[in-house]
């Protein structure tokens, strides 16, 4: 077992955007999240999201892009990003109308699913797949491990 020492603490997810002042304002709007800072060059971002930062940052930039490669974006509707960003709400039914009322595109109108969680799916301004699903009912008929 690890000491706590060398235990990781799972801290931000980063999102590679076109426009990371764009992104925060809608994520914002149209999730509902707090904006924890925008720095003046808008080069990052960061949304209130609890215990793990939602941060963003330009889809190219040298320091990165030349240090571990380049950002490869999706070229249609038919394609997707290998990131999935899940929220869940109370209200996935209000969520999901109140995320395609501030730009999100509709992929997916939310429905019961047999693993005990009612999942919609939408798109944001960059074409990335956002889950709004409510958090999973565990019962006996689920198949899902609690571990």
């Not at 080069?43 to 380049?70: C, M, N, V, Y």
């Not at 990335?128 to 409510?134: A, F, H, P």
């Amino acid at each position: 077992m690890a000491s706590n020492t060398i235990k990781p603490a799972y801290a931000y997810t980063v999102v590679y955007v076109r426009d990371v002042a764009k992104s925060v304002e809608f994520y914002s709007r149209a999730f509902g999240y707090n904006v924890r800072r925008l720095d003046e060059s808008h080069r990052w971002g960061e949304l209130e999201s609890g215990q793990t930062t939602i941060a963003f940052t330009p889809l190219h930039q040298h320091e990165t892009d030349d240090l571990t490669g380049k950002v490869q974006s999706t070229h249609s509707d038919r394609e997707r990003a290998p990131l999935e960003v899940c929220f869940c709400y109370h209200d996935v039914d209000a969520a999901f109308k109140r995320a395609v009322e501030n730009g999100a595109v509709a992929v997916s109108e939310p429905e019961d699913k047999e693993w005990g969680q009612k999942v919609g799916y939408v798109r944001d301004i960059d074409g990335i797949v956002v889950r709004i699903g409510s958090h999973v009912k565990w019962n006996h008929t689920n198949t899902r491990s609690r571990k």
